[in-house]
């Protein structure tokens, strides 16, 4: 009886320190994870076989400046995802496709955060064999938080090798990138 009254004693802490504002340090860790999270969600869908609606992870206004190719909107967004799909030396035709993060810097700051990720994508042609780089890149994020959900304001995607041929003429090298500078 007693472990079960300071169970429920300690239950009524918790609930009501829930309902005090959250401590700014482990609000600023959910933010980060959060931010991981979305990121790690988006990349999850490239290689697949459904049309993954891309547009959802941006703001409405959010620009994507892909190689030096910027587009500006769901609309634009949207359509560069179908272009890519089309390409016909789309690294994710002929197996499976895998993108690897790795070495995320994060920082968040209230409703803004920044966040850069090193991107490598991995083809698996065949079960015997084993799988190889098909590209390597970098890439610069600032997201905002609006109505509690993490949002692309700004994406820079800056391709180290496996250039899809679209961004040939456009590709200007980029040693580092300041998302947060226009």
């Known amino acids: 009886m007693r472990i079960a009254t300071l169970a429920l004693a300690g239950g009524a802490l918790a609930l009501g320190a829930c309902s005090q504002k959250p401590d700014p340090a482990m609000q ?20 697949g076989s459904k049309n993954e609606d891309f547009a959802r992870y941006y703001t409405d206004d959010a620009s994507f400046d892909v190689n030096g190719l910027v587009y500006k909107g769901h609309a634009e967004i949207v359509k560069l995802y179908d272009q890519l799909g089309a390409q016909s030396d789309n690294a994710t035709r002929g197996g499976t496709f ?3 993060l790795t070495n995320p810097v994060v920082h968040v700051d209230g409703d803004k955060a920044t966040i850069k990720v090193f991107w490598t994508g991995v ?15 970098r890439e610069y994020d600032l997201l905002v938080k609006r109505d509690g959900k993490w949002l692309i304001q700004k994406r820079v ?19 580092d990138y300041d998302v947060t500078k226009d």
């Open 98 to 100: 895998h993108m690897l």
């Open 123 to 137: 083809m698996n042609d065949r079960i015997d064999a084993p799988p190889h780089f098909v590209e390597q890149g």
């Open 28 to 47: 600023q860790l959910a933010d980060r994870i959060a931010v991981e999270d979305l990121i790690t969600d988006y990349y999850e869908h490239f290689g």
């Open 157 to 175: 995607v800056v391709a180290d090798s496996g250039l899809p041929a679209m961004f040939k003429a456009t590709y200007t090298p980029r040693l």
